[in-house]
């Protein structure tokens, strides 16, 4: 099977059907994943701010990470879902899309860089955990996220008018 097949074989599911044929399925799954979008990404770019060390330099950076990690991770699933049933409703389109391709290829450099954070730069978060600007590293870091999300997001805004 290919993936433009995979992709035929997803709109024609009862999902894909319901998104792309009810009279507001499209509609409620775009507005929660604006939604979803807002509370991730937002609340993200707050922790980038603080990696940057241009936002809240008196708090700990493990202190801003820990209480600010639930609502991007129930953002990101939000989103995840509710853009994998956007999907669903519009496979074949969005397989075509350049801009689909292009939102794919940033979020695998934001989930790449959010690895390479964790795995390697956090490791020594002991070392400059309370320090007003965080090492290279951490700051870079910051700044990939944030230019990795704004790409998916004019990305994804620019398929809504590319694909209708």
Same mark, same amino acid.
């Given at each position: 099977?290919?993936? +433009?097949?995979?992709?035929?074989?997803?709109?024609?599911?009862?999902?894909?059907?319901?998104?792309?044929?009810?009279?507001?399925?499209?509609?409620?799954?775009?507005?929660?994943?604006?939604?979803?979008?807002?509370?991730?990404?937002?609340?993200?770019?707050?922790?980038?701010?603080?990696?940057?060390?241009?936002?809240?330099?008196?708090?700990?950076?493990?202190?801003?990470?820990?209480?600010?990690?639930?609502?991007?991770?129930?953002?990101?699933?939000?989103?995840?879902?509710?853009?994998?049933?956007?999907?669903? *409703?519009?496979?074949?389109?969005?397989?075509?899309?350049?801009?689909?391709? +292009?939102?794919?290829?940033?979020?695998?450099?934001?989930?790449?860089?959010?690895?390479?954070?964790?795995?390697?730069?956090?490791?020594?978060?002991?070392?400059?955990?309370?320090?007003?600007?965080?090492?290279?590293?951490?700051?870079?870091?910051?700044?990939?996220?944030? *230019?990795?999300?704004?790409?998916?997001?004019?990305?994804?805004?620019?398929?809504?008018?590319?694909?209708?």
């Amino acid at each position: 099977m290919s993936v +433009l097949q995979l992709c035929e074989w997803l709109e024609a599911t009862r999902v894909g059907l319901l998104v792309r044929e009810s009279l507001y399925g499209f509609q409620i799954v775009v507005a929660i994943h604006i939604l979803g979008l807002a509370l991730s990404v937002g609340t993200l770019v707050w922790f980038d701010l603080r990696l940057l060390g241009r936002s809240m330099p008196r708090c700990r950076v493990s202190e801003v990470y820990r209480r600010l990690s639930p609502w991007m991770l129930g953002g990101f699933a939000v989103m995840l879902i509710t853009g994998s049933l956007l999907f669903t *409703g519009f496979a074949t389109r969005a397989y075509g899309n350049l801009y689909f391709r +292009l939102k794919m290829v940033a979020m695998l450099t934001a989930g790449l860089n959010a690895l390479v954070y964790h795995t390697m730069t956090e490791r020594r978060i002991g070392e400059w955990d309370s320090s007003t600007r965080p090492p290279v590293r951490a700051r870079l870091a910051g700044l990939i996220s944030i *230019g990795a999300w704004t790409a998916v997001i004019l990305a994804g805004r620019m398929m809504s008018y590319t694909m209708f």
